[in-house]
């Protein structure tokens, strides 16, 4: 039995480390140091091979080195086997850090004061309270509700939305899309942390961000793919929007030329809001390896008729 590890080498090292340490019977191997593809029971990938039936014809579970699975060709992975997208600490807490440091940022101006800066200009723009602040999360998983966590500790006003009821403490809770449009009619800064499936690709458009009030700003730490980015630079053209933190673009990295680049009140980050950490990654990984042999769920397993 082995387990192979196929993703960003710097961290498979930290893997291969932690796994030497504290799994040394799993057989660690790093792509493309396959050895005997025979022996291949697990792999852990950013994206599987796309013949992975044919060169792992023994593997029993898919983990996703990420928290999505978006970037899976599930056609490709035989349907009687597992897969298992990341959840650990390392990355909500990351998502935690990036969207309270955004959200604040917009409620405290500092995108206008950065613009007043570069004018020499010195002129104080009125705080409002925090209170007054209309937060509203689309996704209300794992990453959505520890964002609103902590932005409730702000005094936020706070609302989620998702696909189906959920029940969060503090958090005015919208299901369904008969109930989008009241949500985003209430929401001030509008947070997306949607997976990205095939209902949810493209749905940040001039249709759903209009809903927004107007002045309302949105940050994308979902994926590139959610959002329509000429609707967005058009709504903000026209002054619907004031402003966007995106750490997400479609493609990535987005093109030079991309009028994004270039928009005064957008900002732009690399991908780089959340990240798996080793340490913490493998600790997760290799308690889904006892769960599996013991015949018990394991933590992040997809359902793949809902895509994550």
């Known amino acids: 039995m082995s387990f192979l590890y196929k993703a960003d080498p710097a961290r498979g090292a930290v893997w291969a480390r932690l796994f030497a340490e504290r799994a040394p019977e799993a057989g660690f191997r790093m792509w493309p140091d396959v050895g005997d593809a025979r022996d291949v029971r697990y792999l852990a990938a950013?994206?599987?091979?796309?013949?992975?039936?044919?060169?792992?014809p023994n593997v029993e579970v898919v983990f996703s080195t990420g928290a999505g699975i978006d970037?899976?060709?599930?056609?490709?992975?035989?349907?009687?086997?597992?897969?298992?997208?990341?959840?650990?600490?390392?990355?909500?807490?990351?998502?935690v850090e990036y969207v309270t440091q955004a959200v604040l940022t917009l409620h405290r101006d500092i995108s206008a004061y950065a613009r007043q800066q570069a004018a020499r200009e010195w002129t104080e723009l009125t705080?409002?309270?925090?209170?007054?602040?209309?937060?509203?999360?689309?996704?209300?998983?794992?990453?959505?509700?520890?964002?609103?966590?902590?932005?409730?500790?702000?005094?936020?006003?706070?609302?989620?939305?998702?696909?189906?009821?959920?029940?969060?403490?503090?958090?005015?809770?919208?299901?369904?899309?008969?109930?989008?449009?009241?949500?985003?009619?209430?929401?001030?800064?509008?947070?997306?942390?949607?997976?990205?499936?095939?209902?949810?690709?493209?749905?940040?458009?001039?249709?759903?961000?209009?809903?927004l009030p107007r002045g309302a700003s949105l940050i994308n730490a979902g994926r590139g793919g959610h959002l329509n980015q000429y609707d967005l630079l058009a709504l903000l053209d026209s002054g619907h929007l004031a402003n966007a933190i995106l750490d997400v673009t479609d493609p990535e990295p987005l093109p030079a030329s991309h009028p994004l680049w270039a928009h005064p009140n957008v900002r732009i980050t690399p991908h780089i809001a959340s990240a798996t950490r080793p340490e913490t990654a493998v600790e997760v990984v290799l308690d889904n390896l006892r769960r599996h042999r013991d015949g018990l769920p394991m933590i992040g397993q997809i359902d793949r008729s809902q895509g994550y």
């Open 46 to 56: 950013w994206k599987p091979p796309e013949d992975l039936h044919s060169l792992l």
């Open 71 to 95: 970037q899976f060709d599930l056609s490709l992975i035989p349907a009687h086997v597992p897969v298992v997208r990341m959840v650990e600490p390392g990355i909500i807490e990351g998502m």
């Open 127 to 211: 705080v409002v309270p925090a209170g007054e602040r209309r937060i509203g999360v689309l996704g209300l998983g794992m990453l959505g509700q520890a964002v609103l966590a902590e932005l409730r500790r702000f005094g936020f006003d706070c609302a989620g939305w998702s696909r189906t009821p959920r029940d969060v403490e503090g958090v005015n809770c919208y299901a369904g899309y008969a109930s989008l449009n009241a949500f985003l009619a209430r929401t001030d800064y509008l947070i997306c942390l949607l997976p990205l499936t095939a209902t949810t690709r493209g749905i940040l458009d001039k249709r759903l961000l209009s809903g």
